[in-house]
């Protein structure tokens, strides 16, 4: 498993908009779901920081997640674009490879 985790500062007054559009069923989902290599999206919020979120975007392996973007990447920059207005800041935390259990 493949996890790519990204940080938002979102913009106050777009919590809801935010949790929509990037929550397990939103727009990013819908656009990741196309990919079968795609597992599930996880969206986490910080109970101690206002309006900090996590997205945890689950793929099969690296590769699979490099040849969606490389892809798809149209609309990916174009979902992107579109939800500019959502957030102050946004960064990428990381890509993780998840460990196998008998390591």
Known sequence: MFVVLWEFDV????EAR???????SGEWA???QRDPAWKRTLLLRDPFRERTYV??????NQKAYEIFRRSDSTEYLALDK???GL????????RFEQ?????
């Open 30 to 32: 819908r656009l990741f």
């Open 11 to 14: 913009k106050p007054g777009s």
């Open 99 to 103: 460990l196998d259990a008998t390591s």
């Open 18 to 24: 935010f949790e929509s559009v990037y929550g397990p």
């Open 87 to 94: 957030t102050a800041s946004e960064r990428e935390i990381g």
């Open 82 to 84: 579109n939800c500019e």
């Open 55 to 60: 997205t945890c975007d689950f793929w099969a």
